[in-house]
């Protein structure tokens, strides 16, 4: 079932109203800051699948090299046991890593429903119907929404088990008191027994992360700067393009790898009935991608309350996919 929120005019009210508000909200602070969850419009989503596909953006490689050749291993660290479950995927996208775990545990006659949460709907319709071409037996139930929403609605419609997973390293994508906070949320909407697959990103050669978000193609300042094509078109803003750079950062210490739009020029833009000023490279922070430590991911499983099930890295052991369980 897809909820389908984006066809309903009050919802659809409510999204614009709190995207024109976190926007404002960002563009009003200092530093100038705008949120990496909006960008996954369709445009967004399209670029973002070029991005997974660049030689450089090693991250998918790896946890597919995972979720393919170490399949068995995963389905033992995540299923509770011999009991039915809900299989829910925070941000599933095209799930095309976890796709290969779909088709091993329905093969193996492992009865589950599987549930993937995503903002982008359209993203979602895509999904269904490739999943329903693939994997016909396959029971599933599209939520589109926020993670926290979404997981508290899959707790009205239905008690078994969760198994929850959350690849990617989309925790990447918050900052560290946010991740911290996030694990706890997720912990807390969990019951005893449940379990979660986090994907994290290692840290490695500082050069090999640098060039994943700075490609020389220039897909990934094209996903930066569609968010400003987002704001001109859903929020009547006039952004010139030409006039915003991307610009990466990587710290090997921190693990912080952050994404900026840098103003080419003093100028004013407008947002609806909003005006902005920036001064000449003035900057505008895009994004965190947080690259971790194995204690840094051990200080995060303890903070938040859950157990250490087991782990799996893929053959670079570039990357991680970790089980807790509550
Ligand atoms: C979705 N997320 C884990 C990606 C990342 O690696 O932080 C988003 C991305 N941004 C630029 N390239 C990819």
């Not at 088709?103 to 993203?123: E, R």
């Not at 700075?214 to 569609?226: H, M, Q, S, V």
Request: include cysteine; hydrophobic fraction near 35%; aromatic fraction near 10%.
């Amino acid at each position: 079932m897809n909820l389908q929120l984006n066809q309903c005019p009050k919802v659809e009210n409510h999204h614009v109203d709190s995207f024109r508000t976190d926007v404002l909200e960002g563009l009003k602070t200092t530093p100038k800051r705008l949120s990496s969850k909006y960008f996954y419009d369709k445009t967004g989503d399209r670029i973002f699948q070029e991005i997974m596909a660049m030689p450089e953006y090693y991250l998918t490689q790896c946890e597919l090299d995972i979720f393919k050749n170490k399949t068995t291993d995963l389905a033992h660290l995540i299923i509770p046991e011999n009991e039915p479950f809900d299989l829910i995927e925070l941000g599933a996208g095209d799930a095309m890593k976890s796709t290969f775990l779909l088709k091993h545990l329905v093969q193996k006659g492992i009865k589950f429903t599987y549930m993937p949460i995503d903002i982008s709907g359209n993203i979602l319709s895509i999904l269904k119907e490739k999943l329903s071409r693939e994997l016909p037996d396959l029971e599933i139930l599209a939520l589109e929404g926020e993670y926290f929403e979404m997981l508290q609605k899959t707790a009205s419609l239905s008690t078994r088990k969760k198994v929850i997973l959350f690849l990617g390293s989309n925790i990447g994508n918050m900052n560290p008191e946010e991740a911290e906070n996030f694990c706890q949320s997720l912990n807390q909407n969990l019951n005893s027994g449940d379990r979660v697959l986090v994907g994290f990103d290692l840290k490695k050669n500082p050069h090999t992360i640098l060039n994943a978000y700075n490609d020389r193609k220039g897909i990934t300042a094209a996903f930066n700067l569609n968010l400003l094509t987002r704001i001109n078109r859903e929020l009547d803003a006039d952004f010139d393009l030409k006039q915003f750079q991307h610009y990466q950062t990587y710290d090997p210490i921190s693990g912080s790898c952050k994404s900026y739009l840098v103003s080419l020029q003093k100028q004013t833009v407008k947002i609806g009935i909003d005006s902005i000023s920036f001064e000449e490279n003035e900057l505008i922070d895009m994004e965190i991608s947080q690259k971790f430590s194995e204690e840094r991911i051990e200080e995060l499983r303890v903070k938040s309350g859950f157990k250490r099930v087991g782990e799996t890295k893929d053959s670079k052991k570039w990357f991680v996919d970790t089980v807790w369980q509550v």
